[in-house]
């Protein structure tokens, strides 16, 4: 299990690409859970980063001054900050992830077919198992859906090898049915 837990964290540094000389992997946690999960309280964003409420605030404080998140006033609550996401921020979150899509495809890609799924099951009940918020109910989910369309043939056009993905028709990642 630690094995293929490496695994997963070389695939997630690698999908951060160019962002992650400016981006750390605790960074970028925190953009997906704002983006996953809506705006947060601060209190709330720190509990489900499982930091110190003063650890979350830096992070915010950096992620503020690169301008991927904003800080506002919650509309119900004047007296509560709720941090979110930019469209700067979900750029990183898009990219991000159409990267890590593509080079999980190709690392399933190199199992046969029955494991290809047996591994792709496993990976879902695992994030469920997580508390992972699935990306189909993420709150911007069909806008996302289409710019990481768009942005992953952008960046295949560009020859960014992240998203230069061999697969075959009907295997998982390939141009038949996928698992999600």
């Known amino acids: 299990?630690?094995?293929?837990?490496?695994?997963?964290?070389?695939v997630a540094t690698r999908s951060l690409g160019a962002a992650a000389e400016e981006t750390t992997i605790a960074q970028y946690r925190a953009l997906v859970v704002l983006a996953s999960r809506g705006p947060q309280r601060m209190v709330d964003l720190a509990v489900?980063?499982?930091v110190a409420p003063s650890t979350a605030g830096r992070m915010c404080d950096r992620l503020v001054r690169k301008g991927l998140i904003r800080r506002h006033r919650a509309r119900a609550d004047r007296r509560a900050v709720l941090v979110s996401v930019t469209a700067a921020g979900r750029l990183v979150v898009d990219q991000a992830t159409a990267r890590r899509?593509?080079?999980?495809?190709d690392i399933l890609a190199k199992l046969p077919a029955d494991t290809q799924w047996a591994v792709a099951g496993a990976l879902r009940a695992f994030a469920d198992a997580a508390g992972e918020v699935p990306d189909s109910q993420w709150p911007w989910a069909r806008s996302w859906t289409a710019a990481t369309r768009l942005r992953r043939a952008d960046l295949r056009a560009a020859g960014d090898p992240?998203?230069?993905v061999r697969r075959s028709s009907g295997e998982p990642g390939g141009r038949g049915r996928r698992p999600s």
């Open 1 to 10: 299990m630690l094995t293929a837990s490496r695994s997963l964290i070389a």
């Open 48 to 50: 489900a980063l499982d």
């Open 101 to 105: 899509r593509a080079l999980i495809e």
């Open 162 to 164: 992240g998203h230069m």
